[in-house]
């Protein structure tokens, strides 16, 4: 369904994952909501996405998207965890919302600790493809997602569905 009104979303991704979330962000836009305007700034890491995305939104943007993966060390996801916090920032300081994208890769993790790259990446695509719908629809047609309310959807895997009283 195509967007209500004319948006504006920023699409920050990060050069340290080593899927371009970036990409298959544009590439949905473009194909489900072309009059969509896109702006697209890359950062180092997820750290950075926050700062990025505060400045898109104060300047051109409606909604942004943060795009970012986490790796599999504890560290790691002290640091989204930190870039989370500057995320929630982001949105206060601005009063506009940032749909956070994170994927962990320990999200693809074989029995044997090694990363399913052919997991990995069909998770990322899913969850960066439908966050992109729910950035477009929670500024231009936030109807959608009310229709949607309860219904245990997922980015990145299956649907849970609902679970209604009997």
């Known amino acids: 369904m195509p967007s209500k009104k004319s948006v504006t979303i920023g699409v920050v991704d990060t050069t340290f994952s080593s899927v371009n979330m970036g990409r298959i962000a544009i590439d949905e836009l473009k194909k ?6 896109i702006i697209r700034r890359t950062v ?18 409606d909604i942004a998207l943060a795009l970012g993966m986490v790796g599999k060390a504890p560290i790691d996801s002290q640091c989204a965890h930190e870039a989370s916090i500057g995320i929630q920032m982001a949105k206060m300081n601005t009063n506009k919302h940032v749909i956070e994208v994170f994927v962990h890769m ?15 990446l069909a998770l990322t695509e899913d969850r960066v493809r439908k966050h992109a719908h729910n950035a477009v629809w929670l500024v231009s047609n936030p109807e959608k997602l009310v229709e949607r309310a309860g219904s245990g959807r997922r980015q990145g895997r299956k649907d849970v569905g609902s679970i209604e009283k009997r």
Do not use: M
């Open 44 to 61: 180092p890491g997820f750290k950075d996405l926050a700062v990025e995305c505060q400045r898109l939104l104060k300047n051109k943007c």
């Open 106 to 120: 320990n999200e693809a993790v074989r029995k044997d600790g090694s990363l399913d790259e052919s997991d990995f």
């Open 32 to 37: 489900s909501h072309p009059r969509v305007r």
